[in-house]
């Protein structure tokens, strides 16, 4: 539980980055509030999925990577086309991938509950954690 608040507060904290941001600079702030916003929005989607998709369960963590990406991606694409500064557009949308890879593991690993998977050849697993106090 203390897990889940401590990460929680992080996104708190980098959020406020994000909405702080001057976003016409290519500078330090304005990429690590790419990726915060692109993290918070992995994670999000990746719990989203876990909770009203339980069909794509075993695949929530993926999700919750590739459609931020993607949703951003062509957002920035249309202010490519728009401003033609491709430049500093790429570099954002990277920047966004890479939060949302790392918003949509986080989640997936440390927020929600295991998930069974089915391997190809038809077998299931399960992840477990085992704790013992001294």
Not at 44 to 60: G, K, L, N
Not at 92 to 121: E, Q, R
């Amino acid at each position: 539980m203390l897990k889940k608040k401590i990460l929680l507060g992080m996104f708190i904290l980098f959020t406020q980055l994000h909405a702080t941001s001057n976003t016409t600079n290519n500078g330090f702030n304005s990429e690590m509030s790419h990726v915060v916003g692109g993290a918070v929005a992995g994670g999000a989607v990746t719990y989203i999925v876990d909770q009203y998709f339980p069909e794509y369960a075993e695949q929530r963590a993926l999700l919750g990577f590739a459609i931020p990406s993607i949703v951003y991606a062509v957002i920035e694409g249309y202010h490519i086309a728009q401003d033609g500064n491709a430049k500093g557009q790429m570099l954002d949308i990277w920047s966004n991938t890479l939060g949302a890879a790392v918003g949509a593991a986080l989640v997936d690993d440390f927020l929600l509950a295991p998930v069974i998977k089915t391997a190809p050849d038809g077998t299931q697993s399960v992840g477990v954690q085992v704790s013992h106090s001294f």
